[in-house]
């Protein structure tokens, strides 16, 4: 309910910065932001990614050590992504299994270094160790098998829980994925390794400079429309979310992020469950860019896309800006 001008003046809690800081709604911390890291093969190597400025792939160390910068600024997770190389990949992704990939290296360097001070994220999917670039097996026609797929992935989360992985994140969207991994987490000792599922995932245009970084964008061929949604639908998310979450997700993402605000806001208020926002690569470069050409200025764009997030209802963000944006928080 609210009065008449002038009884009402909504410009009155405006005016000075005491009074904003009073009456604002939406919170935005450190420990809002989950930070995606590219590993690469090496020691000592920084490789900068050219379609994401100021985004590097780091060898293992340097993983370890951008792990401990997230500690110091307050970020409580890191997100895992492997730029697997060439002669590595195949057409079934084998080497996602190997207990010594440069993922499972990455996670046990990081729990060594820093225990239970930071919470690793892994992605479960195969495209970054696929030879064709998509997330699954291949029939004959190039359609990628749903069943055959899971039965890899579950293998995959689990070599990633095996190395010390603190939630799994399937961002392949096979069907029935969280029940075939939930189970295998059970029966194989790791109940309170969390599912951080890639409920509502859609088939964008955002991922380009994310395929770059991983070095499956040359590689895949054709889209995957066939198991990422089609940006034009809202129920179809909700179904996904309902049977992510009756399969065991503990939490559940929206991906991409700023154009998809209104499914962040569905799923919040119909399930209540935690959902996670990520703002991908494309939305990364397209701040970036921004500021570049002058269109804006890159802290301010920033902060206001994180905390519309927030507002609308998002637990926690993806974000190659959470160093960034953490430093910017703590002042
Ligand atoms: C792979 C995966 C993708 C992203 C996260 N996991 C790309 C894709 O589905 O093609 C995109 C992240 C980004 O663009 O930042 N399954």
Redo the contacts with the bound molecule.
């Keep these: 309910m609210t009065g008449r001008y002038p009884n009402t003046r909504m410009r009155r809690a405006r005016a000075t910065g005491w009074s904003r800081a009073l009456h604002r709604e939406t919170q935005l911390t450190p420990a809002d932001l989950i930070w995606?890291l590219f590993v690469t093969e090496g020691d000592g190597v920084e490789e900068p990614i050219a379609s994401l400025p100021g985004v590097s792939r780091w060898s293992v160390d340097g993983i370890v050590a951008r792990a401990k910068e997230a500690v110091d600024l307050g970020v409580p997770v890191v997100a895992l992504?492997p730029n697997t190389q060439p002669d590595r990949r195949s057409d079934d992704g084998a080497e996602a299994l190997n207990p010594d990939n440069l993922m499972c290296r990455a996670i046990r360097a990081i729990k060594e270094a820093c225990g239970d001070r930071i919470g690793v994220l892994t992605?479960v999917?195969l495209?970054p160790y696929t030879a064709h670039g998509q997330?699954g097996l291949l029939d004959d026609t190039g359609y990628v098998l749903n069943d055959e797929t899971v039965a890899v992935l579950v293998d995959q989360a689990l070599n990633q829980a095996k190395a010390g992985a603190d939630i799994i994140a399937p961002?392949?969207m096979m069907d029935g994925r969280i029940h075939a991994i939930r189970m295998a987490l059970e029966m194989n000792g790791h109940p309170n390794v969390q599912i951080m599922s890639y409920a509502a995932?859609y088939a964008s245009a955002?991922?380009g400079?994310?395929?770059d970084a991983v070095g499956s964008g040359g590689l895949l061929k054709g889209d995957?429309k066939s198991y990422?949604m089609d940006p034009a639908n809202s129920d179809e998310a909700l179904r996904e979310v309902e049977l992510d979450i009756a399969e065991g997700a503990d939490s559940v993402m929206v991906k991409p992020g700023l154009a998809y605000l209104d499914i962040i806001c569905r799923v919040r208020q119909e399930f209540g469950v935690p959902v996670f926002a990520?703002q991908?690569?494309?939305e990364y470069a397209m701040i970036e860019a921004a500021q570049s050409v002058g269109a804006g200025d890159r802290d301010a764009l920033l902060m206001e896309k994180l905390l519309a997030f927030k507002r609308a209802g998002a637990s926690g963000i993806l974000t190659y800006h959470a160093p960034v944006a953490a430093r910017l928080l703590n002042g």
């Design positions: 995606p992504f992605d999917a495209d997330d961002s392949d995932k955002f991922y400079p994310f395929r995957k990422q990520y991908v690569s494309g």
